[in-house]
């Protein structure tokens, strides 16, 4: 039985300038098709999953509508075994949240919400394109407690062009003064065909990396200092509240991604859905697969990607599991990025700062 499972929904209220997940402006007849695809492709797949952990991303799942929630939840309801499920996440985007909306994501069984927020600094919001200010994402955090989420996550940028040290600290305190169960906290990527990316390209952006390294030791720092557990480079967690359905990803554990461009790992096989909303939906209505990319996940494999997710974690590689790569992590202990504890490598707190450099050695 596959226990974890991915359901994207890629339509977004607005397109953000520096974001390259797949996602498109939402149109009525287009969801409504769209839905009744993904519960077609989640008809073929009931027998064999029983879900401990659903995450609905994106896009921004929470662009959906009432009815179109209720027609959503419903159907997975109505489909799938729910009754082992421990984790329901949705990644909501603070310009779309409402109290009636909450209430039924609710009461659908749905107990963990992750907010993307981004910075709490206006100025900040604007440079990334963002539709909502600081004032109505505390509004939407105050709103998703008072419909009984006791289990939220708050998506920050750092790294963002004009975002002093200071307008950072403060994103970070005013987030601590809401206490959220769970913080991430990512360096601004320039993602190919992105907007950011051309601007980058023509020298109108540049990125500071010093600034950011700074940035990247205050969030250790201050999240730290507040009982928040490092779990892995760009994740915070009160103790026990670590994402149960990233974790699992992380271990190499089988999921299963249902929707467009979603992709999928089960056993010795890893595939990906098509991209595009239109064709996914036409292709999965017809009868037919929606896969447009398979591979075949060797054994090798699999122990390469558990390293080097691993060693992004708290919990590192285990030495033995380690041995192929054991001089290049010898190397990487000579400059100070990661240290052998308790029969384990880990990263040292430079390390972290350096975490992609030294996943590579890895894959
Ligand atoms: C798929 S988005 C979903 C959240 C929701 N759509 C929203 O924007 O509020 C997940 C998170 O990825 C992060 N993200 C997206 N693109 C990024 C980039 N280029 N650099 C750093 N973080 C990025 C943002 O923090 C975002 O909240
Ligand atoms: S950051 Fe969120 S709202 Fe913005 S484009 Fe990406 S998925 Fe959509």
Redesign the pocket.
Known sequence: MIEHLYIHIPF?PNI?P????YKESAGRERVETFLDALLREADAWAERIRPKTIFL????PSALSIPQFEKLLGGLHSRLDLSELEEWTI????ATVAADKAALLREAGINRVS??V?SWDDAVLKSLGRTHDSEKAEESFLTLRQAGFDNLSI???FGVPAQSLESWRSSLERSLRLSPEHL?A????Y?ED?EFFSKLGRGEMAPDEGLEADQFELTSHLLGESGYLQYEVSNYALPGRESRHNSAYWAGKDYLGLGPSAFSTVGSRRWRNIRETGIYSETTLAGKTAIDFEEEVTEELKSRERAAFGMRTLMGVDKEDAKPWESDLLGMENKGLVSLTEGRWLLTPRGRLLADTVAEIFV
């Open positions: 977004c953000c520096y974001c390259a997940f991303g994106g896009g921004t990644e909501m985007n603070p907010m993307g981004q998506d920050l940028i991430s990512y360096g601004l990527t993602e992105t």
